[in-house]
């Protein structure tokens, strides 16, 4: 089944600590982004990834990092959380910029 | 500065009556637009999406939409609403192929039985 993962679904922390929001997806996707989605503001796109290695700042990036050494895998990091970052993440992927976009479940991080 | 817009917060519709999701942009180029729905507790799904051709594009669950170039629009219509249509429904815009997506903040919708 075509489909992308996100681990974990929920976590609630603590401000400052490290976290890492996993994402992969199993179509063989070539484009991969994070997006974040807050109540009144809609989705807001984090980072994006055309390919392995190549990553590039979407609109709200700032406490965010992102990597991509495997085409399938696509992690999010927040370095020190703060409780601004409090949202609901979605990870999704698309056979290129115009395809359209896979979905994952959403990953609800709380931040203390 | 380039964007798009969903004029309405939620809108109310019976069951059986017809339905429309409104979406405007304001970019420059030749915009790629989507639509996507959102069920409770689940993350987005594809419903149909304008890249060139036909301005009437039909999708997933009997939606369609109709770009209007010159109205700068891309609204959403379903020719009889079912209780099960009832979600959050977001427009998406790429202004051109190498920019960036952007996403409207998205219509609920309720449909009445």
């Known amino acids: 089944e075509a489909q992308v993962t996100q681990n974990p679904r929920y976590l609630i922390t603590v401000t400052g600590k490290k976290l890492t929001v996993t994402c992969s997806q199993n179509m063989n996707h070539e484009y991969m982004s994070w997006y974040r989605q807050d109540p009144g503001l809609g989705l807001r796109q984090i980072y994006y990834s055309m390919n392995v290695e190549v990553t590039d700042k979407g609109d709200v990036p700032e406490g965010y990092k992102v990597s991509r050494k495997e085409k399938r895998n696509f992690p999010l990091i927040l370095e020190s959380p703060s409780p601004n970052q409090t949202s609901l993440y979605f990870c999704?992927?698309?056979?290129?910029?115009?395809?359209?976009?896979?979905f994952g479940p959403g990953t609800r991080l709380t931040v203390t | 500065a380039q964007s798009v817009a969903q004029p309405e917060d939620q809108v109310n519709v019976a069951e059986g009556n017809p339905l429309t999701v409104k979406c405007t942009y304001s970019v420059s180029g030749n915009p790629y637009l989507f639509w996507y729905v959102q069920y409770p507790n689940r993350g987005l799904q594809f419903l149909l999406k304008y890249i060139t051709g036909d301005n009437l594009v039909k999708g997933s669950y009997g939606f369609e939409a109709e770009f209007n170039k010159s109205q700068t629009s891309f609204h959403l219509k379903k020719p009889s609403a079912l209780v099960s249509d009832s979600a959050l429904y977001f427009c998406a815009v790429r202004p051109n192929r190498d920019d960036k997506i952007i996403f409207g903040k998205g219509t609920r919708l309720h449909i009445l039985p």
């Open positions: 999704a992927s698309s056979q290129g910029r115009l395809g359209e976009q896979y």
